[in-house]
């Protein structure tokens, strides 16, 4: 089955540098893969998506790679900020229709002030 | 997307008892799930509550432990039963608004603790 690899477990910068995590996943089928950003005590949040017909995606200061040959994408965060610091979680989707995600380990971004 | 709710939000249980938590969403969604994660960790899938029919499990999930009922497109529940205090989690329900590949939404979560 599917499995997916998140790197690092942990990232510190200072404030307005940039920020880059990366996954790579098993299945070249899968076709789906979205980022989720949780804050302490608090559920997990889309924060971007990328389907595998597309290379690149940006919303404002998030930007998201794929590399389908390489099986692996990456979340970019530029200028980041105190309010980016949270755990992000990379998934893949399990091919087919059962709408299943199989989840990276997590990042624990620290950003400094 | 649709709003997601969960109660109740935590709770504290004796070892050996069961709770149920309930997953509401305000429109009808095609698919909703269950996941545990434990402190610090990724979020593990239970199973996918199927409407109308019984639960898919992933590996290391029966149904005898966490039974699941999905009576319709809006509502679900997980049962955690005889607990112990390998259960103390946080679990979490989620939906996609279409089949296929696609996001999934989370409700707010409920933490468990058993002593």
């Known amino acids: 089955g599917e499995n997916v690899e998140q790197h690092p477990s942990t990232l510190s910068v200072q404030e307005g540098d940039s920020a880059v995590i990366k996954c790579t996943y098993s299945d070249s089928a899968s076709n789906y893969f979205p980022w989720y950003k949780q804050e302490l005590g608090k559920r997990p949040q889309l924060i971007i998506d990328?389907?595998?017909?597309?290379g690149e995606k940006k919303d404002q200061r998030i930007a998201v790679t794929l590399n389908k040959t390489a099986k692996h994408f990456s979340l970019h965060i530029t200028e980041t900020q105190p309010e980016d610091s949270a755990v992000y979680f990379c998934?893949?989707?399990?091919?087919?229709?059962?709408?299943?995600?199989?989840f990276g380990q997590g990042t624990t971004l620290q950003v400094k002030p | 997307s649709a709003v997601i709710s969960q109660k109740p939000s935590r709770d504290i249980c004796q070892r050996g008892t069961s709770l149920t938590i309930q997953c509401q969403v305000d429109s009808q969604v095609t698919m909703m799930f269950w996941y545990r994660q434990q402190p610090g960790q990724s979020l593990t899938l239970i199973a996918t509550?199927?409407?109308?029919?019984?639960?898919?499990?992933e590996s290391g999930f029966v149904i005898d432990k966490f039974p699941i009922s999905r009576p319709n497109l809006t509502f679900s529940t997980l049962t955690v039963s005889n607990m112990s205090p390998e259960d103390s989690s946080i679990y979490l329900c989620?939906?996609?608004?279409?089949?296929?590949?696609?996001?999934?939404?989370f409700g707010p979560g409920t933490r468990l603790l058993v002593l």
């Open positions: 998934a893949a989707s399990t091919p087919g229709n059962t709408g299943k995600l199989i």
């Open positions: 509550a199927n409407q109308g029919s019984e639960a898919t499990y």
């Open positions: 990328i389907r595998s017909n597309v």
């Open positions: 989620s939906y996609t608004l279409h089949g296929g590949e696609g996001a999934q939404y």
